[in-house]
């Protein structure tokens, strides 16, 4: 029975790819050895809390390692975290969540989060549960004997509740809960494998203990890194407003690819993508803007389709490249005080169309040769070159920031 199956070593390449960390790695191999030899596939976990999420690129990292482990034939099986969405994740936050969603708010955000799940996970393949579905049905009593497996000592040693601890900032006996839930949504479901960043390490490690307490088989943690955002530094996110959204328009996401720092492409062609880590070094040695665009064409097509890939690397080329003119120049109204004779000079230009925030600025970009007049984009030569300014006249502040002159 094990032809069903890859080889061990085929598996592990797939699995490996793009992940930080794995515990117990020799257990891991066991358990693909054994699923070969039954035929039975590994139960693969990964646990979402559906609090309002719009799904990101960062969060596709562990999604598109469940749909590896799917196409190489095991069972992907994903928790709606309904009833740990109402205590709130405290992974990697210094303070208490202050605001704790309603069952109705949970639900509604849990059937969105599925379906964009969708563009990533083979759902009709897939087992879906709601952690709601066993927690509900627990007594006073029954929560009493749970948390009497866990101490206070080793809920201090997450890294989270520790910082806490130690500058006196509130932990809340609810959030102390949160781990301990997570670790039984896996003795619930038998995982074998569970997904997640490495923030989560002594929830997966909990519910080793409690899956061995239960005379269950252990699961094996795999850890994928934490994608960072468009900004090259700090951690993907949508708050923090440097995400690409897997639901976004195609030529959004073209637009954003290629805001990205060379330095973290390699990161995102080794999450992201599954081109060799040859071909990728092969790219990244040449030209940077041609492999930021295969980059960005190999994830659009997974969310989109090749052909919505190729018009976007097209229109992006034709627009911002300079082939043509951008298809959305916002008009910006140009306060009739600015001009005098229906002319000003061209720091007044900048600043009174609100392409730069300040004269110096403004002075800046026109040393720099950034600032530029109609469609042929003629340079600026100097802070105070005067500019006869007339109704639609085009303005251009670097290759990102421009609008049409509508007169006041």
């Known amino acids: 029975m094990s032809s069903a199956f890859p080889s061990v070593e085929d598996q592990m390449r797939v699995i490996t790819r793009g992940i930080e960390k794995i515990v117990p790695m020799d257990e891991l191999r066991k358990k693909l050895q054994h699923s070969r030899d039954t035929g039975v596939p590994l139960r693969i976990k990964y646990g979402i809390d559906p609090t309002g999420i719009d799904v990101h690129l960062g969060h596709t990292v562990p999604l598109r390692k469940l749909q590896q482990f799917q196409e190489l034939g095991h069972q992907a099986v994903i928790i709606i975290g309904n009833y740990t969405a109402l205590v709130g994740d405290p992974s990697g936050r210094d303070e208490a969540r202050s605001k704790r969603l309603t ?8 059937r969105d989060y599925l379906a964009q799940v969708g563009k990533v996970v083979d759902m009709s393949r897939a087992e879906v549960h709601r952690n709601g579905d066993w927690f509900s049905r627990m007594s006073f009593a029954d929560v009493l004997t749970l948390c009497g ?24 006996l609810h959030e102390c809960l949160y781990p301990v839930m997570q670790a039984w949504d896996s003795v619930e479901i038998r995982s074998d494998v569970e997904l997640g960043g490495t923030e989560q390490l002594y ?7 409690l899956q061995a307490q239960e005379n269950l088989n252990q699961q094996i943690a795999v850890m994928s890194p934490i994608l960072v955002g468009l900004d090259g530094v700090r951690r993907m996110g949508k708050s923090l407003g440097n995400y690409i959204g897997i639901s976004e328009p195609a030529y959004e996401m073209m637009k954003k690819f290629m805001q990205l720092p060379d330095g973290v492409m390699r990161m995102y062609f080794e999450l992201l993508t599954e081109l060799s880590m040859e071909e990728v070094d092969r790219l990244l040695g040449g030209h940077l803007k041609e492999a930021k665009v295969t980059l960005a064409k190999a994830v659009i097509f997974q969310y989109h389709s090749a052909a919505d890939a190729d018009a976007a690397a097209g229109r992006w080329q034709a627009e911002i490249g300079g082939e043509a003119l951008p298809a959305d120049i916002p008009d910006v109204t140009l306060e009739a005080a600015v001009l005098t004779n229906g002319s000003t000079t061209a720091v007044k230009l900048l600043t009174g169309l609100k392409l730069c925030s300040s004269n110096g600025e403004a002075r800046r970009l026109i040393e720099g040769g950034g600032a530029k007049l109609g469609e042929e984009k003629s340079a600026i030569s100097s802070h105070d070159q005067l500019i006869s300014v007339t109704d639609g006249l085009l303005v251009w502040a670097g290759r990102k920031k421009y609008c049409r002159v509508r007169l006041g």
């Open 103 to 110: 069952a109705a708010e949970v639900e509604n955000n849990a």
């Open 203 to 209: 929830s997966f490690m909990l519910a080793r203990d």
């Open 149 to 172: 497996r866990v101490t206070v000592a080793q809920l201090l040693t997450r890294e989270d509740f520790a910082k806490r601890y130690r500058e006196e900032k509130a932990i809340f």
